[in-house]
């Protein structure tokens, strides 16, 4: 026998009224429905200047020291009430710099992540799992869960790169795990030029430029294998003139401008790009982008996780 009265309820109002006592709600009048046809548009297109980060980050190599934050860093939170980290729905966009002759310290976590380099003269690395990785413009690092990582800038010319991690993800899911590497900076002597965890912008961009075109003057190269479970990386190369037209979907992406310049179009937003700026594109939104110089973007998307639990749709499909 229940101790609530359910029985005694005169009227719906008076049940709804008795189930708080038990903290239960009703599913049949839920005032915001737990079910709709198709996707919320949540998060929305977001355009980031890389001339305005840079800026910034300049100036913060003067204010924050890199012994006294983790990461001198920049987030790309999406514009939308309430929020202060993630870009899109599973993903975070950065942008970092390291100084020249300075070290950002070693540490690992479980969120995976992911750079592309903007600025970085010859003897900047990043170093993870012990080996020194070298940073050049154009090149995607991967940093997967719990490999330590540390930075260091042993060049004279300050380094710059974008940061993309799954840890918003993470937030969602809950298994969020962190720690400092006891000796600051991981000691490292290798210097591993090839690396699993290294795509190099001279070695992927002439493979991205002899794919077959998928429509007139766009070509795209997925760049793997991956050790990164939850999200991968496109290299897209639209060609002068061209426009790249792709249809919505349930996956998030993030795109970083690796070269040229352009325009991009998405739920009624307008954004005019270069070289470095970052452009998110959560899910269920179409989108097209057109090139004004020969162009590389580059997409980091939750698609390898969408899937594998059988998630995809797009507009064309959906
Ligand atoms: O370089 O390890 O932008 O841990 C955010 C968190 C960079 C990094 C970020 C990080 C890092
Ligand atoms: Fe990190």
Redesign the pocket.
Known sequence: MSSIDFAAAADLATLHGLLDLVQMKNGWAKPVPSFYPEPKQTFVPAHWRYRDARAALHKAGSLVATEWA??R?L?MANPIPGNDYPTVRTLVG?Y?MVQAGET?RS?R?T?N?M?VVLEAAPHTYTIVAGKKIPMAPGDVLL?PNWFY?G?SNESDEEAYWA?F?D?PLVHLLGPMFFEGHPGELEPAQEIATASPLRFAFAEYKPRLLNQAEQAAGVRTLLLGPSSLPTFDRVAVSIAKGATWTVPRSTVNAIFIVVEGEGTSNAGGAHFTWQRGDMIALPSWYDHQHKAASDAVLMRVSDEPLLRKLDWVRSGANG
């Open positions: 983790e990461r860093n987030i950065a970092q950002a540490h976590h969120p992540a750079r940093t990582h930075h940061d991690l840890s």
